[in-house]
């Protein structure tokens, strides 16, 4: 059975960083892409960024130049490094893996920037 196991979601100050993680376990093969999405409160969830597993990424114009993905293939993890973090930030941000047959969705970290 797969699981994405989510981790490093909390309280920041405005201005600040946090760091997630999303790690993929158990039987999961052939991942094509891994990547973080985000939904607020009385909004739809929405793209954050992903990255593929030749290393290609993509940023929704609202945290480029200020979030970056990663990942570590070996490890079937995908970061995120989020600084300059603003209140418009604060969301449940949750893990998708795309494999060539499924798609996996973590169980969401809650993020919150407030002073």
């Known amino acids: 059975q797969v699981q994405l196991v989510e981790s490093g979601g909390g309280l920041v100050q405005p201005g600040g960083s946090l760091r997630l993680s999303c790690a993929a376990s158990g039987s999961i093969f052939n991942i094509l892409r891994m990547g973080w999405y985000r939904q607020a409160p009385g909004k739809q969830r929405e793209l954050v960024a992903t990255i593929t597993s030749g290393g290609s990424t993509h940023y929704a114009d609202s945290v480029k130049g200020r979030f970056t993905i990663s990942r570590d293939n070996a490890k079937n993890t995908v970061y995120l490094q989020m600084n300059s973090l603003k209140p418009d930030d604060t969301a449940v941000y949750y893990c998708?893996?795309?494999?060539?047959?499924?798609?996996?969705w973590g169980q969401g970290t809650q993020v919150t920037v407030s002073s």
């Open positions: 998708k893996t795309t494999t060539t047959t499924t798609v996996y």
